[in-house]
């Protein structure tokens, strides 16, 4: 069966070079193959994104600006693990709240995402959520949020415009064939065989 395995080796040596509001970077070393390895990681605390599907085969996209990638991105709504002891899910859900005024009566999970393992320990977990109803209120929004577009679009559009390389998220990308695989070889509602809402989140240090 092919599967990532989990398995961290020993942490010989560790420096902190840099503490910041979100995340840090740190000097590790470790021991691999006899020889002893010092890398530079960005710590991060991991995040949750949300896929969430109307009845009409469209997915609620953000447009936000990314003033590192230089550019306004399409992503989907998504949030840092930055509360300490707050589930997944409950974070998933909240920050689906916060960032589109919506909420959702079924929750599964649909993917997990290591955004770039050789650097940083990052690891986004991606939810579907369907049954999805607009909250009474909206959530008044900061900073790059407080010009951020919300807009429903047709998965088929995201696939055709990731494949004409017009998106460039990687949260977003990962998550929409997913989708579009389990949409073709599943037989539950969507067409999406996804796993419980609460499978294990193995990858993410704070739930092992």
Do not use: C, K
């Not at 977990?125 to 909206?138: K, N, S």
């Amino acid at each position: 069966m092919l599967a990532d395995a989990l398995g961290a080796q020993p942490m010989l040596a560790r420096e902190q070079l840099f503490a910041g509001r979100v995340w840090g970077v740190e000097a590790q070393e470790f021991e691999l193959g006899g020889t002893r390895i010092r890398r530079e990681v960005i710590v991060h605390p991991g995040a949750v994104a949300v896929v969430a599907m109307n009845d009409r085969d469209e997915l609620m996209l953000v447009h936000q600006y990314r003033h590192p990638a230089g550019g306004t991105l399409w992503e989907l709504p998504a949030g840092l693990l930055d509360v300490d002891g707050e589930d997944p899910l409950t974070a998933a859900q909240r920050e689906l709240a916060e960032e589109t005024d919506l909420a959702a009566d079924t929750w599964r999970t649909l993917i997990d995402v290591s955004t770039s393992g050789g650097g940083s320990t990052e690891i986004i977990r991606v939810y579907l959520a369907t049954d999805v109803h607009e909250l009474p209120d909206a959530f008044e929004r900061f900073h790059e949020e407080a010009e951020m577009e919300r807009r429903w679009v047709p998965l088929d559009e995201i696939v055709d415009a990731a494949l004409a390389m017009r998106l460039h998220n990687a949260t977003l990308l990962s998550a929409a064939f997913a989708l579009t695989a389990m949409r073709a070889r599943g037989t539950a509602p969507h067409g999406a065989v996804a796993h419980p809402a609460d499978v294990p989140f193995d990858w993410h240090p704070a739930h092992r």
